[in-house]
């Protein structure tokens, strides 16, 4: 019955237990922590309202006939390179807040050069992407498909930027000797979120 006893203990009434845990009652998340939740639930709720637009627009007649005039655009081979890309900038990310944690410099700022690295091509390659389907003649104003696809790739791209920028201060803080736990292990989770979007969108183009 010991062990039932200890996981029903709570560390702040046990005597000893829990001595460098924070208090429960007063601990407060760092104030970034808090504007980097509330920031995925606007990215959240944005992504959310285009995605419903997207699927009342591709049911939607288009203006001055009946018939529907929605059609998906392809899915060229390197989408999903720079969706392989994005993958590995998050698992270098991955790697850089697990060296933060264990206090493995070494493995921090190669992980943080990887992720930046990967970040640009990423960015790179989905500008590579819109020059091929320019040059098929999937043009903006072709096809509202082609509008959606152009609108949150833009958004998704400008939300990346940012990351680049959040990665430039962990960088910073990281070569300069700062402290630099806190940026990186909430622009980790700022970059997974964004390869989760990313790749429910692409879930989004490839099932309509």
Not at 182 to 195: E, N
């Amino acid at each position: 019955m010991s062990l039932f006893r200890r996981l029903g203990e709570k560390s702040w009434e046990t005597p000893g237990a829990g001595a460098d845990a924070p208090d429960p009652v007063t601990y407060r998340p760092p104030a970034a922590q808090v504007l980097m939740l509330v920031y995925f639930g606007v990215i959240t709720i944005l992504f959310g309202l285009v995605t419903s637009a997207y699927f009342m627009r591709m049911g939607m007649p288009g203006m001055g006939h009946g018939t529907l005039d929605w059609h998906p655009m392809p899915e060229p081979p390197l989408i999903w390179i720079n969706t392989a890309v994005l993958l590995l900038a998050s698992l270098a990310w991955e790697a850089a807040r697990i060296g933060v944690r264990r206090g493995e410099s070494a493995l921090v700022r190669p992980s943080l050069v990887t992720a930046g690295a990967l970040g640009i091509l990423f960015l790179a390659g989905q500008l590579l992407l819109w020059s091929q389907f320019a040059a098929r003649g999937y043009f903006l104003q072709s096809n509202p498909a082609n509008a959606f696809f152009y609108m949150i790739t833009t958004l998704h791209g400008l939300h990346l930027i940012g990351g680049l920028w959040f990665w430039g201060l962990a960088m910073r803080r990281s070569l300069g000797g700062g402290a630099a736990a806190l940026p990186i292990q909430l622009t980790a989770a700022y970059w997974h979120f964004l390869l989760l979007v990313w790749i429910l969108m692409l879930g989004l183009f490839v099932s309509t």
